[in-house]
């Protein structure tokens, strides 16, 4: 019973698993969330994911200020994490626009993010802030994951020039990892589905790294860059797509072609 009950519980992400197995005393971030937030009281419950990929049914029984104490009750397992690891490379927008990303992207299932300095990106990172910042997005894909039901919490790298980002150390055009690179640009005209073609082998795929340029559009040096890196430029369709909106959408597809979007739930 609480454990079909737990599915409607608000959650939580715990960094680690609770010591003993039995009590955890929340973090004070998670603490006025339960407390100051939510409002939640002793003898209620709530869900915990925990990095292990479940989660844990908590049922509070200490709310005095600044402490929250609760006792694990249960365990809820979760749906896997898509089985295509997509990572967004998204060329740095505005601050809006770029949390819109992150958060339908983490919905959808993004593996992590990869904001990128391109030479025609609007607004240039203030390196006074980039700390704060980086925070307030690793925020917003946190809560995204946990309002969708995901069993793990994406990562938001550090903005990074476009040339840093492609180098090996990020894993992106080297790593042996036989990924999917696709590169999302208005001036192509070869159509996203002539490439899905060539690589819809159920099983085989599991790791794609996706490029999505700036409000101000991808300056053409930069495609062939990308190009000779092992992108490949895709049109997504005979519409204009916003910077915040083509992410999203390449994102959809690719999982629902590729992986598990789309598929019975059990």
Same mark, same amino acid.
Request: hydrophobic share 40%; proline share 8%; aromatic share 4%.
């Given at each position: 019973?609480?454990?079909?009950?737990g599915?409607?519980?608000h959650r939580?992400?715990? =960094?680690?698993l609770p010591?003993?197995?039995?009590w955890?005393e929340?973090?004070?971030?998670n603490? *006025?969330? &339960?407390?100051g &937030?939510?409002?939640?009281?002793?003898?209620?419950?709530?869900r915990?994911?925990?990095?292990e990929?479940?989660d844990l049914?908590?049922?509070?029984?200490?709310?005095?200020?600044?402490?929250?104490?609760?006792a694990?009750?249960?365990?809820?397992?979760?749906? !896997?994490? !898509?089985?295509?690891?997509?990572s967004? *490379?998204?060329?740095?927008?505005?601050?809006?626009?770029?949390?819109?990303?992150?958060q339908?992207?983490?919905?959808?299932?993004?593996?992590?993010?990869?904001?990128?300095?391109?030479?025609?990106?609007?607004?240039?990172?203030?390196? =006074?802030?980039?700390?704060?910042?980086?925070?307030?997005?690793?925020?917003? &894909?946190?809560?995204a994951?946990?309002?969708?039901?995901?069993?793990?919490?994406?990562?938001? *790298? !550090?903005?990074a020039?476009?040339?840093?980002?492609?180098?090996?150390?990020?894993?992106?055009?080297?790593?042996?990892?036989?990924?999917?690179?696709?590169?999302?640009?208005e001036?192509?005209?070869?159509?996203?589905?002539?490439?899905l073609?060539?690589v819809?082998?159920p099983?085989?795929l599991?790791r794609?790294?996706?490029?999505?340029?700036?409000e101000?559009?991808?300056?053409?040096?930069? &495609?062939?860059?990308m190009?000779?890196?092992?992108?490949?430029?895709v049109? /997504?369709?005979?519409?204009? /797509?916003?910077?915040?909106?083509?992410?999203?959408?390449?994102?959809?597809? /690719?999982?629902?072609? /590729?992986?598990?979007?789309?598929?019975?739930?059990?």
């Amino acid at each position: 019973m609480l454990e079909a009950r737990g599915k409607s519980l608000h959650r939580i992400y715990l =960094r680690e698993l609770p010591p003993d197995g039995g009590w955890v005393e929340l973090d004070p971030a998670n603490a *006025h969330h &339960v407390r100051g &937030v939510l409002r939640l009281r002793p003898g209620q419950h709530l869900r915990a994911l925990v990095p292990e990929g479940y989660d844990l049914v908590l049922r509070i029984t200490d709310t005095r200020p600044g402490r929250v104490v609760c006792a694990v009750a249960g365990r809820v397992e979760l749906p !896997p994490e !898509p089985r295509l690891r997509v990572s967004v *490379h998204q060329g740095l927008t505005r601050g809006e626009r770029l949390e819109y990303v992150l958060q339908k992207c983490t919905e959808i299932g993004a593996y992590d993010f990869f904001p990128v300095i391109m030479r025609r990106t609007v607004i240039k990172p203030d390196q =006074r802030s980039a700390t704060s910042r980086l925070a307030r997005w690793q925020r917003i &894909v946190e809560e995204a994951a946990l309002q969708s039901g995901r069993a793990a919490i994406p990562l938001v *790298h !550090p903005p990074a020039l476009l040339g840093d980002v492609l180098a090996a150390d990020h894993g992106c055009v080297h790593a042996s990892d036989h990924a999917l690179r696709l590169l999302a640009d208005e001036a192509e005209s070869r159509p996203l589905g002539e490439v899905l073609a060539a690589v819809r082998e159920p099983g085989r795929l599991r790791r794609a790294h996706i490029v999505i340029g700036p409000e101000g559009g991808l300056d053409r040096d930069e &495609v062939q860059v990308m190009t000779q890196a092992g992108f490949v430029p895709v049109s /997504l369709g005979p519409r204009l /797509l916003r910077a915040e909106t083509a992410g999203p959408v390449l994102l959809s597809i /690719l999982l629902y072609e /590729l992986a598990d979007l789309g598929e019975r739930r059990e």
